[in-house]
């Protein structure tokens, strides 16, 4: 089974940007669908972007829109999440997965495995 590993979190100012990665295991990451999900502190994870295996159709969730990109590289079995313009209400855990089943992207988590272990971000004031 695929592995994922995200990097590139830390902590940054309002206003600042980050580039997050997830760095698949092996090459069939290119065949799945990935999508990024988040954590805030004492909440429950929600979706944030998703893009398909073909890397031609993406979706954000409303709060991601203009802000947020996903994108991959598939020779390079990685995939990225950049974040502009950070507010204190993105601090969380961000994690990667993939839908290993299926290069069509999709919003809802119960559709995703593997799942990487996840990297903090936090924004501070």
């Known amino acids: 089974q695929v592995q994922l ?4 979190g830390g ?3 309002t206003g ?5 990665s997830c760095t698949a295991s092996r090459r069939a990451f290119g065949n799945y669908a990935m999508g990024w999900f988040r954590q805030a502190p004492g909440k429950g994870r929600e979706f944030v972007a998703t893009l398909g295996g073909a890397n031609v ?4 969730a409303s709060f991601a829109k203009g802000r947020f990109t996903i994108s991959r590289d598939n020779a390079k079995a ?3 999440l950049q974040i502009n ?4 209400e993105d601090t969380g855990v ?11 992207a999709g919003s809802s988590e119960d559709d995703y495995d593997p ?4 990297t903090q971000v936090t924004v501070s004031t």
Not at 16 to 20: D, E, K, Y
Not at 94 to 104: D, E, I, L, P, V
Request: glycine residues 16%; proline residues 3%.
């Open 85 to 88: 313009y950070l507010t204190p």
């Open 11 to 13: 902590v940054v100012q």
């Open 94 to 104: 961000y994690f990667c997965a993939a839908r290993s089943r299926t290069g069509r």
């Open 5 to 8: 590993v995200e990097s590139g």
């Open 78 to 80: 990685t995939g990225y």
């Open 57 to 60: 159709f993406s979706s954000y």
């Open 16 to 20: 600042g940007s980050l580039r997050l």
């Open 115 to 118: 799942w990487g272990q996840g």
